[in-house]
């Protein structure tokens, strides 16, 4: 397999691959997939600007969004499995990723979107680092699942400067249920914690556009109101104010025929403004809410390699 993809000095991290917390030892090197179905090619689905991001990162320009092919959790509910399964995206080097970095800051991004990185790491990292050298000077948003090891997140510090990650459950049985992954929650809150450790308190522009911080998206799922709010719970009492919620309403039944039964309906706007009442009690202020219909496709953009190849 021709590894001229991504920085040689990497491939021990893709050697006997412990990326994520599956920690399953794939040797990607030699083309093996992983749990995340990635070999060491990069895939990417898209790259362009994006609007349905939390008002302080898309702003009025767009978020300078890079969706990548593949994804190491498998969750049943997947609103994005055409690129988390692999079916959509095209293979380009470490060196096209920079420059993709480079083109979205062209557009007038308002910085660069990294959209389920988690298995590329070692491919990013090479991207980086070449298009900082070349000019990049946007904030880099590292937007995953929240299932990340913290030997890989430290890889990236000094290289991220906003972490937007899913904090998806607080009960393993409900993360093996879903997303087959039991050990999520615990792996979740100690990536957290390197997260908030690295980012620091956030800090906003004078367009309101968020410079650094982390940002913790929490995906109401029907009938899990109550693993929500241990959530909203834990996540302020331990993090308080050094992390911003978003408390999503977004949650839409895709192939509603292939979800177990209990997933096949939208959340319901009493189950949502429940879990909203519950963090403002608690008394949660740096927050995101989502307004308008919770069942909207919109959130979902084309997955058609726009702005992947060179133009
Ligand atoms: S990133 Fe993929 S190959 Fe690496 S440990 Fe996770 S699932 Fe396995």
Known sequence: MALACYNTAMEPLLKHCRLCPHACGADRTAGEKGICGADARLFVARAALHFWEEPCISGTVGSGTVFFSHCPLHCVYCQ???????????????????????????????????VTPTHYVPHIIDALTRAKGRGLSLPVVYNCSGYESVEALRLLDG???????????????????YSNAPDYPRAAKRALHEMTRQAGKAEFDEKDLMRRGVIVRLLLLPGCLEDAKAAVRYLYETHEDGIWLSLMSQYTPVHAECLPPELRRPVTPEEYEALVNYAIALGVENGFLQEGKAADESFIPPFDCTGVRPG
């Open 80 to 114: 994005n499995a055409e690129i988390s399964d692999g079916r959509a995206g095209a293979e380009i080097t470490a060196g096209r990723l920079a420059d993709i970095f480079l083109e979205l800051q062209g557009q007038g991004a308002a910085n660069i979107n990294l």
């Open 159 to 177: 290289l991220v400067d906003i972490y937007l990650t899913d904090f998806k459950y607080m009960d393993s049985a409900l993360a093996q249920r």
